[in-house]
C-alpha cells in the first residue's frame, strides 16, 4: 500500500518511495524467505527493483492527480477550474504595449487606431486612445502591438509614422516595449490568480495592487503608501502625505488610471507619469500619477560543465532568457523591484538543462561593464527592472 507525505508549507503531496520499496521487500521476503538477497545483481532483486518502480510510477500519478486540487499546484485543465471558482479565466493571448513619444503641431489630433511601425522589425504598433498634440508640442502615449504574442521592441526602434496624420511629426520609444504573450501559461496563471485575490480584499493595498495586475499587459506592479501627513521618502520614493504610489510594468496609461480609482477616497498620487481621468458619475477630471519602471540593463556570465548537449552555449542563453522573463516555475525572474541574484540564474539553468552543471555566474550592471563583474546579487529600487539582452550573455564552457 503506497503511502504519502503532506509537505504543509507549500501544499503538496508527494509519494512516499523509501516506504514504498521497503514493503514491497517485505511482501518478497514472506514469501521466499528473510534471508533472501535483494541486492539488484540477483534475480529476485531485479523483480523487486522492477516492482518498486512499477508502484512508485502509479504512487507518483496518484499525488499529481491529488495535487490539481492546490490551485497553486495544478495545472491544464484543473487549474482552469480552479480558477474559475474565484471568477477568473486563463488570460488569452495578449498584445505587447509600448510607451511612444510623439511630436508635432500643437493642437493635432492623432486617432486612435493610427500606426506606427518598428523600423528593425516591422512590426506595426496602434494607438490606443485618442491624442492631442499639447502646448509643448510633445506627448507621450500607450500602444499596443498588432500581433498578439511576445512582441519585442527595442529603445528607439519605433520611429516610422505609418497613418498619415497631418501635423503629427515623429515618434519615437525611449523604453522597450512590455512583450505580450500567447495563451496565459500555467505558471503565468497561477501567479495572476493569487493578485486577483486581493480584488475582494479589504486592504487597500493588495486591492490596488490586484486591480491594475489583472489588467490586460500588465507584467508586474509595485505598492507603497504614505499614511503621515508629512512628505517622506519610503523605499527611494518621495510620496507627498497622505499618499499612494505604485509602479507599473506594461499596461495601457488609461486603463491603469481608471483601476487605480480602488484606491480610498482622497489620498494622493505620486509618480512621473500623469493621466488624466474623468469621473463617470460627477465628471470630474482627477489628475492620476503614478510610475514606469526604470530599466537596469545587466551582464551575465555563466561558467558551466556540459554533457552531450551539441548547442549548449545557445541552449544555456535561452535558458537564462527564459528565467528572465518569469517562465521558469517558482522563479520571478527580473521582475519589477526584484534584486538580481547570480545563484538565482545559475539554480534556473540547471533545473531547465539536465545536462549542463553550472560551476558560477557573475553578473554586473551594463553601466559598469564586465570589470564589475561579481558573484554578489545587485539590489534594485521597487522602481527599477534588471533586463537582459542575449548579446549581453556570455557563456564559458569548462
Same mark, same amino acid.
Given at each position: 500500500?503506497?503511502?504519502?507525505?503532506?509537505?504543509?508549507?507549500?501544499?503538496?503531496?508527494?509519494?512516499?518511495?523509501?516506504?514504498?520499496?521497503?514493503? #514491497?521487500?517485505?511482501?518478497?521476503?514472506? /514469501?521466499? $524467505?528473510?534471508?533472501?538477497?535483494? !541486492?539488484? *545483481? +540477483?534475480?529476485?532483486? =531485479? &523483480?523487486?527493483?522492477?516492482?518498486?518502480?512499477?508502484?512508485?510510477?502509479?504512487?507518483?500519478?496518484?499525488?499529481?492527480?491529488?495535487?490539481?486540487?492546490?490551485?497553486?499546484?495544478?495545472?491544464?485543465?484543473?487549474?482552469?477550474?480552479?480558477?474559475?471558482?474565484?471568477?477568473?479565466?486563463?488570460?488569452?493571448?495578449?498584445?505587447?504595449?509600448?510607451?511612444?513619444?510623439?511630436?508635432?503641431?500643437?493642437?493635432?489630433?492623432?486617432?486612435?487606431?493610427?500606426?506606427?511601425?518598428?523600423?528593425?522589425?516591422?512590426?506595426?504598433?496602434?494607438?490606443?486612445?485618442?491624442?492631442?498634440?499639447?502646448?509643448?508640442?510633445?506627448?507621450?502615449?500607450?500602444?499596443?502591438?498588432?500581433?498578439?504574442?511576445?512582441?519585442?521592441?527595442?529603445?528607439?526602434?519605433?520611429?516610422?509614422?505609418?497613418?498619415?496624420?497631418?501635423?503629427?511629426?515623429? #515618434?519615437?520609444?525611449?523604453?522597450?516595449? /512590455?512583450? $505580450?504573450?500567447?495563451?496565459?501559461? !500555467?505558471? *503565468? +496563471?497561477?501567479?495572476? =490568480? &493569487?493578485?486577483?485575490?486581493?480584488?475582494?480584499?479589504?486592504?487597500?493595498?493588495?486591492?490596488?495592487?490586484?486591480?491594475?495586475?489583472?489588467?490586460?499587459?500588465?507584467?508586474?506592479?509595485?505598492?507603497?503608501?504614505?499614511?503621515?501627513?508629512?512628505?517622506?521618502?519610503?523605499?527611494?520614493?518621495?510620496?507627498?502625505?497622505?499618499?499612494?504610489?505604485?509602479?507599473?510594468?506594461?499596461?495601457?496609461?488609461?486603463?491603469?488610471?481608471?483601476?487605480?480609482?480602488?484606491?480610498?477616497?482622497?489620498?494622493?498620487?505620486?509618480?512621473?507619469?500623469?493621466?488624466?481621468?474623468?469621473?463617470?458619475?460627477?465628471?470630474?477630471?482627477?489628475?492620476?500619477?503614478?510610475?514606469?519602471?526604470?530599466?537596469?540593463?545587466?551582464?551575465?556570465?555563466?561558467?558551466?560543465?556540459?554533457?552531450?548537449?551539441?548547442?549548449?552555449?545557445?541552449?544555456?542563453?535561452?535558458?537564462?532568457?527564459?528565467?528572465?522573463?518569469?517562465?521558469?516555475?517558482?522563479?520571478?525572474?527580473?521582475?519589477?523591484?526584484?534584486?538580481?541574484?547570480?545563484?538565482?540564474?545559475?539554480?534556473?539553468?540547471?533545473?531547465?538543462?539536465?545536462?549542463?552543471?553550472?560551476?558560477?555566474?557573475?553578473?554586473?550592471?551594463?553601466?559598469?561593464?564586465?570589470?564589475?563583474?561579481?558573484?554578489?546579487?545587485?539590489?534594485?529600487?521597487?522602481?527599477?527592472?534588471?533586463?537582459?539582452?542575449?548579446?549581453?550573455?556570455?557563456?564559458?564552457?569548462?
Amino acid at each position: 500500500m503506497a503511502t504519502y507525505e503532506y509537505i504543509t508549507s507549500n501544499g503538496t503531496i508527494v509519494p512516499d518511495t523509501a516506504s514504498i520499496q521497503a514493503d #514491497v521487500i517485505a511482501e518478497y521476503q514472506e /514469501v521466499y $524467505g528473510s534471508d533472501i538477497s535483494t !541486492d539488484t *545483481s +540477483t534475480e529476485i532483486g =531485479r &523483480q523487486i527493483d522492477a516492482e518498486t518502480t512499477s508502484r512508485i510510477s502509479v504512487a507518483r500519478n496518484n499525488a499529481l492527480l491529488a495535487n490539481q486540487i492546490n490551485p497553486n499546484q495544478a495545472t491544464g485543465v484543473f487549474l482552469d477550474a480552479d480558477y474559475a471558482l474565484m471568477g477568473g479565466k486563463r488570460d488569452a493571448a495578449e498584445q505587447s504595449t509600448v510607451e511612444c513619444t510623439l511630436t508635432g503641431v500643437v493642437g493635432t489630433v492623432i486617432p486612435a487606431g493610427s500606426f506606427v511601425q518598428d523600423v528593425v522589425t516591422n512590426f506595426t504598433w496602434q494607438l490606443v486612445d485618442e491624442t492631442t498634440i499639447p502646448t509643448g508640442n510633445t506627448i507621450d502615449a500607450s500602444f499596443r502591438s498588432v500581433d498578439f504574442g511576445a512582441i519585442d521592441a527595442a529603445p528607439g526602434d519605433i520611429t516610422k509614422i505609418v497613418s498619415g496624420v497631418v501635423g503629427w511629426e515623429t #515618434v519615437t520609444n525611449a523604453a522597450s516595449a /512590455v512583450p $505580450g504573450k500567447t495563451e496565459q501559461s !500555467d505558471i *503565468s +496563471t497561477r501567479k495572476q =490568480r &493569487q493578485f486577483e485575490i486581493g480584488q475582494n480584499s479589504k486592504s487597500n493595498a493588495f486591492s490596488i495592487k490586484a486591480a491594475i495586475s489583472a489588467l490586460d499587459g500588465v507584467a508586474a506592479v509595485s505598492y507603497r503608501e504614505n499614511v503621515e501627513n508629512i512628505t517622506q521618502t519610503i523605499d527611494g520614493v518621495l510620496m507627498v502625505p497622505h499618499s499612494n504610489y505604485v509602479c507599473v510594468d506594461g499596461g495601457v496609461d488609461s486603463e491603469i488610471a481608471e483601476a487605480y480609482q480602488i484606491k480610498s477616497g482622497g489620498s494622493n498620487y505620486n509618480g512621473s507619469v500623469i493621466e488624466p481621468y474623468t469621473d463617470p458619475d460627477s465628471g470630474q477630471v482627477i489628475n492620476v500619477k503614478f510610475d514606469r519602471p526604470t530599466e537596469k540593463p545587466m551582464l551575465v556570465q555563466v561558467t558551466a560543465k556540459v554533457g552531450a548537449s551539441t548547442n549548449a552555449v545557445q541552449d544555456i542563453k535561452d535558458a537564462v532568457i527564459s528565467y528572465a522573463n518569469g517562465e521558469v516555475d517558482g522563479e520571478n525572474g527580473f521582475a519589477l523591484g526584484e534584486d538580481t541574484s547570480p545563484f538565482e540564474i545559475g539554480s534556473a539553468v540547471n533545473v531547465q538543462l539536465s545536462d549542463v552543471f553550472v560551476n558560477k555566474v557573475q553578473i554586473a550592471t551594463v553601466a559598469a561593464g564586465v570589470g564589475a563583474y561579481s558573484t554578489d546579487t545587485i539590489t534594485n529600487e521597487i522602481f527599477e527592472k534588471a533586463t537582459i539582452q542575449e548579446s549581453n550573455i556570455e557563456v564559458i564552457i569548462l
